[in-house]
Antibody, heavy 127, light 107 residues
Framework: QLHLQESGPELVKPSETLSLTCSVSGGSISSSSYFWAWIRQPPGKGLEWIGTVFYTGNSFYNPSLKSRVTLFVDTSKNQFSLNLNSLTAADTAVYYC???????????????????WGQGSLVTVSS | SFDLTQPPSVSVSPGQTATITCSGDTLGHKSACWYQQKPGQSPVLVIFEGVKRPSGIPERFSGSNSGNTATLTINETQPMDEGDYYCQAWDSRSAVVFGGGTKLTVL
C-alpha cells in the first residue's frame, strides 16, 4: 500500500520561502507510470493544484503560482519536494502531496487524477 | 482560465439519491473525476475517467458526463456520505483544475 507523508515547518514568516518534502513508501517514486503532485487547501476553502513533477525532474505548474514555485525530486531518498517563495498570508493552507496519474483518455483527451494523498501539513504564514 | 462550477451545497435524506453537478466549458469532452473529503481528512478519489470507481469505493457512487456538465450520483445515500465533494479535470490552458466544492448534507 502506497503511503505519502509531508514534512516541513508549521510556521513561516512573510516574504520567506516554504520548503516541504513528501516521503513516499510502499512504492518507487522512479516509476515511469505516474507523476507526483502538490495540492493545497486554505482553511475553510477548496483545493488548489500547485504543480506536478516527474521522477526525471520534469515539472509543470499552476499558471497562477508558476513564478514562485519549484518542484524537485530525490530518487535516492524516494522523496519529492516543494519550494514556494515570497510568501504572504494568502499562502496559509494545508499542503498535500499526492500521486498524479496523467494520461490520454479513450477520446484522446489529456486527463489527470490523484489516487493517493498524504495526510496534509498545515503551514501558517505569519510574522 | 478554465473554471469548474459546483453548487455550494446539496441536501438529501438518508436512503435517497444525491446528485452533485460540475459545469465547465467543453467539460463534456473531458474526463472528470471526483473526490470526497470529510472534515479533518485528506480527499479520497471516488470517481475517475468520468465513470470509473477505484477499488474500495461503494457501487452507490457513480459518475456521468453530458454536454458541459459532469455529475456525481450517490444512490441510497448514507449519513457516512456527508462531506465535501470536489470535481476536477484537465484543461490545456490551466492544466489541473478543481471545482469549488459542494457540501453534501444527509439529514
Amino acid at each position: 500500500q502506497l503511503h505519502l507523508q509531508e514534512s516541513g515547518p508549521e510556521l513561516v514568516k512573510p516574504s520567506e520561502t516554504l520548503s516541504l518534502t513528501c516521503s513516499v513508501s510502499g512504492g518507487s517514486i522512479s516509476s515511469s507510470s505516474y507523476f507526483w503532485a502538490w495540492i493545497r487547501q486554505p482553511p475553510g476553502k477548496g483545493l488548489e493544484w500547485i504543480g506536478t513533477v516527474f521522477y526525471t525532474g520534469n515539472s509543470f505548474y499552476n499558471p497562477s503560482l508558476k513564478s514562485r514555485v519549484t518542484l524537485f525530486v530525490d530518487t535516492s531518498k524516494n522523496q519529492f519536494s516543494l519550494n514556494l517563495n515570497s510568501l504572504t498570508a494568502a499562502d496559509t493552507a494545508v499542503y498535500y502531496c499526492a500521486r498524479h496519474w496523467d494520461y490520454y483518455d479513450g477520446r484522446g483527451q489529456r486527463a489527470a487524477y490523484f489516487d493517493y494523498w498524504g495526510q496534509g501539513s498545515l503551514v501558517t504564514v505569519s510574522s | 482560465s478554465f473554471d469548474l462550477t459546483q453548487p455550494p451545497s446539496v441536501s438529501v435524506s438518508p436512503g435517497q439519491t444525491a446528485t452533485i453537478t460540475c459545469s465547465g466549458d467543453t467539460l463534456g469532452h473531458k474526463s472528470a473525476c471526483w473526490y470526497q473529503q470529510k472534515p479533518g481528512q485528506s480527499p479520497v478519489l471516488v470517481i475517475f475517467e468520468g465513470v470509473k470507481r477505484p477499488s474500495g469505493i461503494p457501487e452507490r457512487f457513480s459518475g456521468s458526463n453530458s454536454g458541459n456538465t459532469a455529475t456525481l450520483t450517490i444512490n441510497e445515500t448514507q449519513p457516512m456520505d456527508e462531506g465535501d465533494y470536489y470535481c476536477q479535470a484537465w484543461d490545456s490552458r490551466s492544466a489541473v483544475v478543481f471545482g469549488g466544492g459542494t457540501k453534501l448534507t444527509v439529514l
